[in-house]
């Protein structure tokens, strides 16, 4: 059964910080792997899209990395904000190529200190 | 703007009630998806579809119905066999051309309360 898994569940660092958020996957045949960001009672808003091919992707003060052989992704941010807090959820696409649904982890709660 | 609408946002049913969720999308995406989000437990697919007319079971299909009579509509029935319907429930849409990123994009959510 595929799987992904993010620790920790919950982080909480000061205002500023740069922190990284982990996500791991039991399937090396992924298509590609998806993060997200998910306000309290809202949608998620996809953040980036890493596709198996690729080793990272960037978006402002985001970067995303994927090692297919080690089962990993990690989600970089730079200069946390208030903003920032959220919960971050990553998601694989074990689909080749078609339009199958996506494997959640459960996510990591993240709170930026003012 | 292109996105995606559920509605309602909150949602309340009786015990041995069916109920419908709605999901348009003006995205022109051929795919669309339901997921199923609980504390604890993060989302879980529900239902999808690929193109009109068709559909396929997710991993917890039981006690619910799609149907997808149009590209950009595909409503989801909590029927009373659900047996714990209470829980966050999110549509989402992608392209779907092989080869291509199928970035997945997602609605507001509609809350399901069963009293």
Redesign the interface.
């Known amino acids: 059964k595929q799987e992904v898994t993010q620790i920790p569940a919950a982080l909480s660092v000061p205002e500023g910080e740069n922190l990284v958020l982990n996500c791991s996957f039991t399937d090396s045949a992924i298509?590609?792997l998806?993060w997200?960001r998910q306000d309290p009672?809202?949608?998620?808003?996809?953040l980036l899209?890493i596709?198996s091919s690729q080793r990272e992707q960037t978006s402002g003060r985001l970067n995303a990395s994927l090692d297919k052989s080690s089962g990993r992704s990690t989600l970089y941010i730079a200069a946390s904000q208030p903003g920032d807090s959220a919960t971050y959820?990553c998601?694989a696409?074990y689909?080749g190529?078609?339009?199958?649904?996506?494997t959640?982890?459960?996510?990591t709660h993240l709170i930026i200190q003012p | 703007d292109g996105g995606i609408t559920q509605s309602p946002k909150y949602l309340f049913r009786k015990e041995g009630q069916n109920v419908t969720l709605s999901c348009e999308q003006n995205l022109n995406h051929d795919a669309m998806y339901w997921y199923r989000q609980d504390p604890g437990q993060g989302l879980r697919l529900i239902y999808y579809s690929q193109i009109v007319n068709d559909f396929q079971k997710g991993d917890i299909a039981e006690g619910y119905s799609v149907s997808r009579e149009k590209k950009e509509s595909f409503p989801l029935t909590v029927t009373s066999a659900q047996k714990n319907p209470t829980a966050f429930y999110l549509c989402a849409s992608s392209r779907r051309l092989a080869g291509i990123n199928n970035e997945q994009f997602f609605g507001p959510g509609t809350r399901l309360t069963v009293l």
């Open positions: 298509y590609n998806q997200f009672g809202k949608g998620l808003t996809s899209l596709q959820l998601a696409s689909s190529g078609g339009a199958d649904g996506l959640f982890g459960k996510g």
